[in-house]
């Protein structure tokens, strides 16, 4: 099909849970460690969201933002939602993305294992994370520590930090949350077997693994409005073992669906980070998983990796896979993807020069600089 003459599908407008959506575009979460040190966003980061929704995407999935200031972190100026200072600073970003017309969902997000800002991180077990801290994010480098397994009182707190920073995001504004169970972080600790050797409840069988995020999805569902979206992210990979398949393949995938459909979660989005959603979003014998998903649950199912490429996002949404597309790193250099696409014109490549001085916002306007200058 020649996609200059039919409308490209992920221009279509949307719907997520009550929430209208102008098109099928969607902006990853990407953590950009522009907050202050205290963890409140700047009005930088409100700028930079509110461009997103200016260039025509239906829905913007903001960074991961901790959930507690014990545990959770990720990176130094990694923005939180634990304090009220947190939620009066994304307010001004949610309030940007409102008015240029957009929607905003705020990702939710606790390190575990692999903080590189908590002195003794806390995981289910005390599994080594595999590879090596992130570069680019700080402020600590080098090997992850063995983390201290979780109490049970841990995790209680866990799932409360979890649902106050939902409460939070909904007073500030924010359309929905988005529970990260992918890449690597706590709950897709828990959810993996090769970190959880704990028992029931939450460790055993894949039931049991998927049961805090489950919980948590189930909790905040109960304290926060009808019309607040709460999903979830999944992913087989992990940011430091980009080979990872989930051992079952699509048996495993259909346990994992079910259960977060039936906690109560508003969508499901795949994360396929490293080498794109080909690779990352089918099991080892191709079979899509998105498709599974959309199967399974009639839940919304946003695909992921690499999907700024327009054919690629027709194909897939045209066979089944997926209702709506994430963009991340081709976003950074395409703020105005949607509008590219509705006019037929080609996407900027993004190169990993774009961060070249950091991959905050303050380290892409310095390389921004250098290009025009
Ligand atoms: C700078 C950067 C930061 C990211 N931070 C997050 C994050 O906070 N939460 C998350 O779930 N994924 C994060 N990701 C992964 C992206 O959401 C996305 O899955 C990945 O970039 C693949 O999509 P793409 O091919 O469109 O870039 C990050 C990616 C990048 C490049």
Redesign the pocket.
């Known amino acids: 099909m020649n996609s200059q003459t039919t409308q490209h599908p992920a221009l279509d407008a949307g719907k997520i849970h009550n929430l209208a959506l102008r098109n099928r575009y969607v902006v990853?979460?990407?953590?950009?460690a522009s907050a202050g040190e205290d963890g409140v966003p700047t009005s930088e980061m409100a700028a930079y969201y509110a461009r997103f929704a200016q260039g025509g995407y239906g829905l913007i999935i903001a960074?991961?933002a901790y959930t507690d200031t014990i545990l959770a972190q990720s990176y130094g100026n990694q923005p939180g939602m634990c304090t009220d200072a947190h939620a009066h600073g994304w307010k001004a970003t949610v309030d940007a993305v409102h008015a240029a017309g957009g929607k905003i969902i705020l990702?939710l997000?606790h390190a575990g294992a692999v903080s590189q800002v908590v002195d003794t991180p806390h995981a289910p077990s005390p599994v080594r994370p595999d590879g090596m801290m992130l570069q680019g994010y700080g402020p600590k480098q080098g090997a992850y520590p063995v983390p201290v397994p979780l109490s049970d009182h841990q995790i209680a707190e866990t799932k409360a930090g979890f649902v106050m920073a939902a409460l939070r995001a909904e007073r500030a504004g924010f359309d929905g949350v988005e529970v990260?169970c992918?890449?690597g972080y706590l709950l897709d600790q828990f959810l993996t077997p090769e970190t959880n050797s704990r028992t029931a409840p939450y460790g055993g069988s894949l039931q049991n693994r998927i049961r805090l995020t489950c919980e948590i999805i189930a909790e905040i569902r109960a304290v926060t409005g009808q019309d607040f979206a709460t999903g979830v992210?999944l992913s087989q990979a992990k940011a430091t073992q980009p080979d990872y398949f989930w051992q079952g393949g699509l048996k495993d995938a259909a346990v994992i669906f079910d259960a977060v459909h039936l906690a109560g979660a508003a969508f499901i989005h795949l994360?396929?980070?490293i080498k794109?959603y080909t690779y990352h979003s089918r099991t080892k014998q191709g079979e899509s998983l998105t498709k599974l998903a959309r199967m399974r649950t009639g839940l919304p199912v946003i695909a992921?990796?690499?999907?700024?490429d327009p054919q690629l996002a027709r194909d897939i949404m045209s066979a089944g896979e997926a209702d709506f597309v994430?963009?991340?790193?081709?976003?950074l250099v395409n703020p105005d993807l949607p509008q590219k696409i509705a006019a037929g014109q080609t996407p900027v490549e993004f190169s990993f020069d774009v961060?070249s001085h950091g991959?905050s916002l303050a380290g892409q306007a310095q390389w921004q600089a250098a290009q025009i200058g």
């Open positions: 990853a979460p990407m953590s950009r960074e991961g990702q997000i990260h992918a890449n992210r994360a396929s980070e794109g992921n990796g690499g999907l700024q994430s963009v991340g790193k081709s976003a961060f991959v």
